[in-house]
């Protein structure tokens, strides 16, 4: 892939297996994250739709020994 000055900004042109592996379309959100050996990784960004369907499926279902602790988050709270 080749960078380009793209107006005041730098882009890069996805290949097409890159975009049909991360099932991109035009106007999707992705991130792009750099390891410390400067390997990146890139992921599209689920829609607000999404992240609701997604909360919607998974309600009420958190794991049987999941004990939500209320003293302890006011704890960590606290200490930032």
Known sequence: MQVEKWGNSLAVRLPARVVE???????????????????????????VDERIKRLRNYRGRLPADFKFDRERLSERENAE
Request: aromatic share 0%; proline share 4%; no cysteine.
């Open 21 to 47: 592996a991360l099932g991109l379309q035009e106007g999707d959100d992705i991130e792009i994250v750099a390891d410390k050996s400067g390997a990146l990784s890139a992921s599209k960004r689920p829609t």
